[in-house]
């Protein structure tokens, strides 16, 4: 799916894959410099449909949603993590880190393995594998923010 976002002009910033019932939901987040508009994701979801329906990579039904990350973007890679340094994101953990399971923390540094927080005065190293999910935290006080 990345080759066919990138010849587009946008980034593949995560893929997401449900399901429930009998129909399984694949959800694509597109990203742009300039952010993302309805147009830009009919135009993805356009593409991907016609190469989801000659690769039939997904047995079964399954509907596709293509969309912006938002401002509450999810954190998956290191490189997500990265770029956000300095910002405030919502973690909940598989299983708590010095009693704490879900919180808010700044991001302060990143590898590859692990990234690093600053929580209620303490400083957290958390492996991405022990992360069940991290979104960030919008800052509404900055103009000219985008989805």
């Known amino acids: 799916?990345?080759?066919?976002?990138?010849s587009l002009g946008y980034e593949l910033w995560h893929l997401e894959q449900s399901g429930k019932d009998n129909t399984a939901l694949l959800r694509v987040y597109i990203d742009a410099p300039e952010g993302i508009t309805l147009e830009d994701c009919e135009r993805v979801s356009r593409e991907l449909s016609a190469a989801l329906d000659v690769e039939d990579p997904i047995s079964g039904a399954f509907d596709l949603e293509v969309s912006s990350p938002g401002l509450d973007r999810p954190l998956v890679t290191a490189e997500h993590f990265r770029r956000f340094a300095g910002e405030q994101a919502r973690f909940t953990l598989f299983a708590p880190i010095e009693g704490k399971?879900?919180?808010?923390?700044?991001?302060?540094?990143?590898?590859?393995n692990e990234v690093e927080v600053h929580v209620d005065g303490d400083r957290l190293q958390i492996a991405y594998s022990a992360i069940a999910k991290a979104r960030l935290v919008p800052d509404f006080s900055q103009a000219g923010g985008r989805a």
């Open 1 to 6: 799916m990345a080759p066919i976002v990138t």
């Open 101 to 112: 399971r879900k919180f808010a923390a700044v991001i302060v540094a990143v590898d590859d």
